[in-house]
C-alpha cells in the first residue's frame, strides 16, 4: 500500500518524536529524529514520512495529500493521543478509503483502551512494531498479523497473538536512508548537541529496571539487543558520504554502555574514521572505557542521574550508588568529556529536603549542562502502577502536559504538593546555572566561539519564554 508515516502536528514546539524521553514541549527548543517512525518505513518501499513539529507543517498541509495514501501509520503518545486521533479523523474525512493505525507506548500497554477511544482509528502495532506494520502495508489479512490489534468487519476489537522479539538487529535497513530521502536535519537540534547532529540506535532495550523509565518497559525490553559493529560503522559511513554537514553522531540506545567491550569496539572504528560522537551512558563506565572512547571521538555522555539521594535511587532501582555517580563525573572531567546530566523531581520518596540534597549534588559534580524533568507516570511503567495503589496520582486528572504542551506535575505525596514539585524545576534551574563560576564558564564558552554565542543567546531567550509559560501553568493550577 502507498504509506504516509506520520508525526503529526501538535503543540508548538512539542517534541513528541519516540526518540524523546518525555514527551513535552522543552526548555529550549529541541527535536529529536522520528527514528521509530523512520524504521518501519525504511521497511516498506516507496513510502513517506512527514515529521511535522520540526518542519512547522500544519494539519491542512497534511490532509491535503490524504488522497495519495492508502495507509497512514502515525506514532502517539499519552500527551498527544487526542490530537493524533482527531488529526486521523481529519485525514480520513478527506479520504475515506484511508486506513489508520498507530503506534509507540501508549497504544502498546493499551490496546484496547485506544482503539475503543478512537473509532478513527482501524489498527495499533504492538510492543516492537516494525514488521507488524511492515505486513500491514504489504497487504497481509490482518487476521493474521502477529502483534497487531484492529477492528475486525464487524467494528469488534481483536487482539492477535504477541510477535516475537526480535533478536537479529541486523535485518533492520539504515534509518538514515529515510532521513536523506524524507527529512531536513537541519530542522533537527538539541542544545547539548552539536548542530547539524545525526542520532539513530545500533541497538534496543536496557538492562536497567529504572521504575519510571518508558520504553524498555513498553517496547524494547529489558534485554540488549546490539547491530553487529559492521553494520552499525556501515551506516556511520553511508551518513559521512550523504550528511557531509553533520557534525556530531548520537548514539540514541537507551544505554550505548550496557555492553562496555563492545562500546570500546565501536569506538575503535569510530576512531578511524575521525568522527565526534555521543551517546547515553550509565554513571558507572570505569576510567580505563572512558578513556577509550575519549580518545577515538567521544565528546559528550548524556548521563541520567535522577536524584542526589540514594533512597529516591533505590526507590526508583536505578542501581547507582551515588559515590559510584560522583568518582565517574569526576573521571569525565579529568578526561574532557562532556556531560549532560539529567535529574527528576517528584520521584517517590521526594521531600523538600531531597530536592534540595539533589540541586547541592548537582552543583557539586557540575555537569556541563542540565535538563530538571517532573516525575512523569506513563502507562505501563511500574512508577504508573504504584502511583495509582498508593494514591499518589488521581487517574481521572493524570495529564502529564497543560494545553500549551509544558510538563506539568502529575504527583503528589501528603507532605509534598503539585505545587512545589512543580516549583522545585525553576529552582533547580536558577540554583544551578546562577552561580558565579557556571555564569563564567558559560561566558568564556561565548568568548571563544561567535557561533556560541548567538546559540546561547538564542536559548536564553526561549528559556525565558519556557520559564514565563510554566508561571502561567502555575497560576492555572
Known sequence: MRTLFLQAPTFDGFDGGAGSRYQAKREIKSFWYPTWLAQPAALVPNSKLIDAPPHNIKLA??????????????????????????CVEALKAANPKLIAGLIGAKVAVDAQ??????????????????????????????????????RDANGNIVHNEDRPIMTDMDQLPFVTSVYKRDLEMEK?????????????????????????????????????????????????????????????????????????????????????LGVTWSCNAKANVPRETLKVLKENGLRLLLVGY???????????????????????????H????????????????????????????????????????????????????QAVENGWLDVENAELVDENGVQIAPL??????????????????????????????????MVRSPDMMKRRLREGVEFWHFLRDRQGTSKAA
Not at 131 to 137: D, I, R, S, Y
Not at 412 to 441: D, G, N, Q, T, W
Open 61 to 86: 498541509e497534511v490532509v491535503a495529500q490524504a488522497k495519495d495514501f492508502d495507509l497512514v501509520v502515525l506514532h502517539t503518545s499519552v500527551p498527544s493521543f487526542k490530537s493524533d486521533v482527531k
Open 412 to 445: 503528589h505525596y501528603p507532605h509534598l504538593s503539585h505545587s512545589e514539585i512543580f516549583a522545585a524545576v525553576e529552582e533547580f534551574y536558577k540554583k544551578f546555572y546562577f552561580r558565579a563560576p557556571k555564569i563564567a564558564s558559560i561566558v568564556s564558552e
Open 188 to 272: 533537527y537540534f538539541i542544545g547539548y548537541l552539536k548542530h547539524p547532529y545525526i542520532s539513530f540506535y545500533s541497538g534496543r532495550g536496557c538492562k536497567s529496571r529504572c521504575t519510571f523509565c518508558l520504553w524498555p518497559q513498553t517496547v524494547g525490553g529489558h534485554t540488549y539487543r546490539t547491530r553487529s559493529v559492521a553494520h552499525v560503522i556501515e551506516e556511520i559511513k553511508y551518513c559521512l558520504k550523504e550528511f557531509p554537514q553533520t557534525k556530531e553522531f548520537f548514539f540514541d540506545d537507551d544505554t550505548f554502555t550496557d555492553n562496555l567491550p563492545r562500546a570500546e569496539e565501536i569506538a575503535r572504528e569510530l576512531g578511524k
Open 113 to 150: 483502551g485506544s482503539l475503543a477511544a478512537a473509532p478513527a482509528v482501524d489498527f495499533v502495532a504492538r510492543n516492537e512494531f516494525d514488521f507488524t506494520v511492515k505486513e500491514v502495508a504489504d497487504g497481509v489479512p490482518m487476521s493474521e498479523i502477529k502483534g497487531l490489534s484492529f
Open 306 to 332: 535522577e536524584s542526589g539521594n540514594q533512597q529516591i535511587l533505590n526507590n526508583i532501582k536505578k542501581g547507582m550508588r551515588v559515590e559510584v555517580a560522583e568518582r565517574f563525573t569526576k573521571d569525565c
Open 334 to 385: 579529568d578526561l574532557g568529556i562532556a556531560i549532560h546530566g539529567t535529574f527528576i523531581v517528584g520521584l517517590p520518596g521526594e521531600t523538600k529536603e531531597t530536592i534540595q540534597e539533589t540541586i547541592a549534588f548537582a552543583k557539586r559534580i557540575n555537569p556541563h549542562t542540565i535538563q530538571v524533568s517532573l516525575a512523569a507516570p506513563y502507562p505501563g511503567t511500574f512508577l504508573y502502577k
